[in-house]
């Protein structure tokens, strides 16, 4: 039986020896294998946590980057920045419109700062909500109230939004979901203590619109003239009627005149209306005399209007003789852009010297060449297209008045003095209107026609706005801020002593330096215009709570 | 009649080969089982460790997404409650050796050997940098001056032992005091 056995055995020499080897080799070689394939995943999985973290960190030096260059320049990140970092690589753009998920941004001033980050095949994410604004533009209503008032809203006003008032605030009406924060820790409800830190009052760059205003030259002529030219007369004084052909003879044998009434009756100060059509520009004013002069020699008169000398000419007289009353002009130079001293609209006083000691006068005129023309710094129902100026700049030193225009940007409006914009006047998005004074818009004007076609408005000394709709940033930086009867959507910036709100709509946010009083009106919290890319002075701040991984 | 004659091994030889074999393989199963042992010892520590590091991990990138210290105000001891920017709640619980993550309703395992004896807790330390106690659901005020979160873990596998004490700060705590009118 054993045989077959053995001899199968002894047939194949080695066969038992070199399986049984193979096997025990193969054995070992699967379980090595394993081992092995264990052995780097665990160490796969360990270097994947490590890249993780790695990947995560350079997600945040991302952010890092974005957030420097936009304080820097919130433009900047219009287009990604690329890095690379510990062998890894990062990207961080900008978003105007769209978060993380593509869904629209909650308010048109807001922006998403996006990081994401690759190393070692491993990426990460991450986002920042930024605002174009300082945090205070965050509420509805911000007051730093520096003067210490107390803040009262009746419930004539209604407030939907978050407000912040530093200060105690005795009443306020609130829309429901909408807290009103003060700053005393012992503040009762509805009133809330904020909890530290504060917020605080924004700074704002003032050099941004002072740079631009010091550099005002220049003044802005209206392209529709106004007025007619021609020339118009006014007889101001006639003491004797026109006529001065008698002689009179006072006793003294060197002085006789030629009068009409005696030789009395001098005067040499009278006051006339102006009397020039509506518009015109005077040019040229003549005083023209009628009278005699005192016998035998050479005499000067020189009349002036409004204290400025027309011109002095020399009036003869003959001696002993009774003329006829002799007609003696006296012409001023050519003024092309308005004879300095004359009064549009209002009386002017007319002087006149002579060197001799009494002179008979038969009537004084004052005729006035004028002409057709604009009043500079005054613009009437005219179409101001700001690209057909330099710099798309529209300049004037001194004040500025538009009634009745259309004004289409971009560009600016600068004026040294006031301006006043008024008349139904329609102003396009992004004019830019500074003045080194106040600014005051009433009229029904219309500025702006949305939070993305918006104007910007800084008065120096204040800022007024009555019976008009308004988008875009407002900024008082003087002595006043007065809003009444208006509908103004965006962001109102206010560092006056004395702020006041009656009868308005203002969809966006307010922010006052000082208290400010509220009648009957409405602050809702809204978008503000975006000012990606602009500069206004103001640093943009991140939401906070706004950090996200993913 | 021709005799037959055999060659190659004989049964002795045969015998004696299978012997030696059996003596190697015992010897090489000894030392697999004995590096085998070794493996999965390394290998459990290696998985306790990852577990820990992924726990821990975890829930420090869930804490930088807390968007404000005020929704800290279910939080205790033993449950770690988180809102993150987008609004997605974030629910770490510890239950007994399991440490459970909940998000958005869908409820996973994160870790599965937490000590069983030790107190395992979350921790949450004040601006003041005092430890704020949390056996019960923090208060919204107190939630509100949370400033950091202390993770307080031990893991235990076999005779492996992980003691994990580690400080985890929100980042978006850095960007300030997030308010009701920052939405």
């Known amino acids: ?550 | 009649m021709k005799k037959t004659i055999y060659s190659g091994f004989s049964f002795v030889e045969v015998v004696i080969s299978i012997a030696i074999a059996s003596v190697i393989s015992a010897l090489s199963i000894s030392m697999l089982l004995q590096g085998s042992d070794i493996f999965m010892d390394a290998k459990n520590d290696s998985r306790l460790l990852n577990e820990s590091r992924a726990a821990v991990w975890r829930i420090s990138r869930e804490l930088h997404n807390l968007s404000s210290n005020h929704f800290l105000a279910l939080s205790n001891d033993n449950r770690l409650y988180i809102k993150d920017a987008n609004s997605n709640q974030i629910d770490f619980k510890i239950a007994g050796k399991m440490l459970k993550v909940n998000r958005s309703g869908k409820e996973n395992p994160l870790a599965e050997f937490l000590h069983g004896t030790f107190k395992n807790k979350f921790k949450y330390v004040s601006t003041n940098n005092d430890t704020i106690n949390g056996s019960a659901n923090l208060s919204s005020v107190v939630a509100s001056e949370v400033n950091l979160l202390k993770i307080d873990f031990k893991f235990l596998k076999d005779d492996a032992i992980i003691d994990i004490e580690t400080h985890v700060y929100p980042y978006n705590f850095r960007f300030g005091r997030k308010m009701s009118y920052h939405d």
């Open chain 1, 1 to 550: 039986m054993i045989n077959p056995i053995l001899n199968r055995l002894k047939n194949n020499s080695g066969m038992a020896l070199t399986a049984s080897t193979m096997f025990i080799f193969i054995v070992l070689s699967i379980m090595a294998f394993y081992l092995a394939r264990f052995a780097i995943l665990d160490s796969a999985s360990a270097a994947n946590y490590i890249q993780n973290i790695r990947a995560r960190n350079l997600v945040q030096t991302g952010l890092q980057v974005g957030l420097l260059k936009i304080e820097n320049s919130y433009s900047s990140l219009g287009s990604a920045i690329s890095g690379k970092l510990n062998k890894g690589s990062y990207n961080v753009l900008v978003d105007n419109n769209k978060d993380e998920k593509n869904s629209n941004l909650k308010y048109n001033h807001y922006s998403l700062l996006k990081s994401s980050s690759e190393i070692g095949g491993i990426s990460r994410s991450a986002r920042l909500i930024v605002s174009s604004y300082p945090n205070a533009f965050n509420l509805a209503l911000f007051s730093k109230n520096q003067g210490n008032g107390t803040f009262s809203s009746n419930s004539s006003n209604s407030i939907s939004g978050d407000l912040f008032f530093n200060g105690a605030i005795s009443s306020v009406s609130m829309a429901s979901n909408s807290v009103a924060y003060s700053s005393v820790e012992s503040s009762s409800s509805p009133i809330v203590f904020h909890g530290f830190p504060l917020p605080s009052l924004p700074t704002l760059d003032h050099s941004t619109y002072t740079t631009l205003l010091n550099s005002v030259t220049g003044q802005f002529n209206s392209s529709n003239s106004s007025g007619q030219s021609g020339t118009s007369s006014r007889t101001v004084w006639n003491p004797n009627g026109g006529h001065c052909n008698v002689c009179k003879d006072d006793g003294d044998s060197n002085n006789r005149y030629a009068c009409t009434n005696g030789y009395g009756g001098w005067s040499n100060s009278h006051s006339f209306n102006d009397f020039v059509p509506s518009g015109s520009t005077v040019n040229k004013i003549t005083i023209r005399f009628k009278g005699a002069t005192p016998c035998g020699g050479t005499w000067n008169i020189a009349p002036s209007v409004n204290g400025q000398v027309i011109n002095s000419e020399s009036w003869y007289g003959s001696r002993c003789s009774c003329n006829s009353c002799a007609v003696k002009d006296v012409v001023s130079a050519n003024h092309t852009n308005g004879f300095p001293s004359y009064k549009y609209g209002a009386s002017n006083s007319l002087t006149f010297s002579h060197s001799g000691a009494r002179t008979c006068i038969g009537y004084v005129q004052v005729i006035i060449a004028h002409s057709a023309s604009s009043t500079p710094g005054v613009g009437e129902n005219e179409t101001i297209n700001l690209s057909n100026y330099s710099n798309k700049t529209l300049m004037h030193d001194g004040d500025l008045t538009l009634t009745g225009c259309n004004i289409t940007g971009p560009g600016y409006v600068l004026a040294s003095g006031n301006i006043i914009i008024s008349g139904n006047t329609s102003i396009g998005g992004g004019v830019k209107i500074f003045s080194k004074k106040s600014i005051e818009i009433n009229g029904s004007s219309t500025i702006g026609s949305s939070l993305t076609s918006y104007c910007t408005l800084y008065g120096t000394l204040g800022l007024n706005i009555k019976g008009s709709k308004a988008f875009g940033l407002f900024i008082s930086s003087g002595s006043l801020l007065s809003l009444t009867n208006s509908t103004i959507s965006g962001a109102v910036f206010s560092e006056a002593s004395e702020n006041t709100l009656s009868n308005i709509t203002l969809n966006g946010s307010i922010v006052t330096k000082n208290n400010l009083s509220l009648t009957s009106s409405s602050i809702i919290k809204n978008s503000l215009p975006d000012l990606f890319g602009v500069n206004t002075g103001f640093k943009p701040s991140i939401i906070p709570g706004s950090y996200l991984e993913f």
